[in-house]
């Protein structure tokens, strides 16, 4: 099990509600601000996260409460009682008829649901679905096998916790009187999160155990409100405002784009997109980065004068000896506006410096610029080379160019395009 032990700093989901202000009906709305104990939290198939409260629910980390029954009819129409006690997203790799369903639990019954309709055969009474978990439950949260001995799902009720192996449908009961009565549970980016009042408490999902200051607020970690917290000062940018820093793939085939104090990870789905302080990865990183390339299994990133290089993994290390001169290191002076590797055969680095590009020998030592070219661009923010070409970032815009050649070769400026919400989890 990995435990990681950052602290989640700031998060923002993909699909962005818009609040329409000039709808009457608005402040009848609740306002998850206003510091609100959820009934029940979950993902759904695709990574957007739900939090639950009497009839009504919010969809991702940021925008207004809808009425549930919009999003899951039957909720509403079987029981009308106008709440959940409890829902989790199945992960089940054995079954994968079960896999990624949302589950929910109304007192003594369970709802199934995928893509958002109701399951056949649902509602069903919980004893026969999950025998041996007590109903009226408090909250649930899936632990999938690696980070729970085995595919299960952890139900809460009062200071018990009952886990639930998904294969052999058997149940062991421990009490960990040390956690809050959790009324939601949540597992996100592989940690465990027991929601009380408008706080919550991370936890180890085999031992109960709490490591670092909690409970903390909500709102200044899963919510974006005024005046909470952390970051919440990243609104998520419209399209036609975006300015990024930098963006590159690494070996693995993580890709990453950064912006002012944050980046956002760009290939992970299950748990939607997100923006994270670059100090959470990066920690030697305080003030941003002016451009990144990745290379073989390291990462150079550049801010001023300096050049931090960092080891991939799991976790990216700085290594010894970081950061250095970007003159001794790469053989660059001044300001560097962007720069990227196309493929790890050609071990040249293409810098961009205002409307030269210079390309660097990354075998020679010590590395010198071994070509300069003049371009047809100038006040570049980022590049990115990959099978499909270069792409150069310039505030809202991109450029792209085949090949390399295409680019040094041109004298004019292709014609930019627009940064896409798709590209960049920016707002359309
Ligand atoms: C949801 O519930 C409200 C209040 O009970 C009702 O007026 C509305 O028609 C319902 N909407 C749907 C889509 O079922
Ligand atoms: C999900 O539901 C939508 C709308 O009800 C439907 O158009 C779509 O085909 C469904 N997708 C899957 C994978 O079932
Ligand atoms: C939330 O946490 C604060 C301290 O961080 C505490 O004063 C408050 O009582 C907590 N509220 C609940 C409902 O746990
Ligand atoms: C909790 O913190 C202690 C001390 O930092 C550490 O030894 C332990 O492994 C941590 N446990 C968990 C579950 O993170």
Wanted: aromatic residues 12%.
């Amino acid at each position: 099990m990995k435990l990681l032990t950052q602290t989640l700093l700031l998060c923002l989901a993909l699909a962005l509600a818009h609040r329409n202000t000039d709808h009457d009906d608005d402040h009848a709305l609740p306002n998850r601000c206003d510091g609100i104990e959820f009934d029940a939290i979950s993902p759904d198939e695709k990574g957007v996260t739900y939090f639950f409260k009497g009839p009504y629910l919010w969809k991702g980390f940021h925008g207004p409460a809808h009425p549930s029954n919009e999003s899951f009819q039957e909720l509403d129409d079987i029981h009308n009682i106008g709440h959940v006690d409890a829902a989790f997203r199945m992960h089940d790799a054995e079954n994968l008829d079960d896999h990624d369903h949302i589950y929910f639990f109304l007192d003594d019954k369970v709802f199934s649901y995928y893509n958002h309709s109701l399951e056949e055969g649902y509602p069903k009474q919980m004893n026969e679905d999950f025998p041996g978990i007590p109903d009226h439950l408090d909250s649930a949260v899936e632990c999938p096998k690696g980070e729970c001995g085995a595919n299960s799902v952890l139900f809460f009720k009062g200071h018990d916790v009952h886990v639930y192996d998904i294969s052999t449908k058997t149940v062991k009961t421990k009490t960990w009187d040390h956690l809050p009565v959790c009324t939601s549970a949540f597992r996100w980016l592989e940690h465990y999160y027991c929601f009380h009042g408008n706080n919550f408490t991370r936890f180890n999902p085999v031992t109960g155990e709490v490591n670092g200051t909690y409970p903390k607020d909500a709102r200044a970690y899963f919510m974006s409100c005024p005046n909470f917290g952390h970051g919440g000062d990243y609104k998520v940018p419209k399209c036609s405002e975006i300015k990024i820093d930098a963006i590159t793939t690494d070996d693995a085939g993580k890709s990453y784009f950064f912006a002012g104090p944050i980046y956002m990870r760009l290939d992970l789905h299950r748990d939607g997109r997100h923006a994270f302080r670059i100090t959470k990865s990066w920690k030697e990183l305080t003030n941003g980065v002016d451009a990144v390339f990745s290379y073989t299994d390291k990462m150079y990133m550049i801010k001023d004068d300096q050049v931090y290089i960092y080891k991939t993994g799991p976790h990216y290390t700085l290594i010894e000896g970081y950061p250095k001169n970007l003159k001794e290191e790469l053989g660059v002076e001044g300001h560097v506006d962007a720069a990227f590797v196309c493929s790890d055969d050609e071990h040249t680095v293409h810098i961009v410096q205002g409307k030269k590009l210079l390309d660097v020998d990354l075998t020679a030592t010590p590395r010198v610029v071994t070509q300069e070219w003049p371009l047809p661009l100038s006040d570049i923010d980022a590049g990115l080379c990959d099978a499909k070409g270069i792409q150069l970032f310039k505030g809202s815009h991109y450029y792209h160019y085949d090949s390399v050649a295409t680019l040094t070769l041109s004298r004019i400026a292709p014609h930019p395009e627009d940064i896409t919400s798709e590209m960049l989890s920016c707002q359309d």
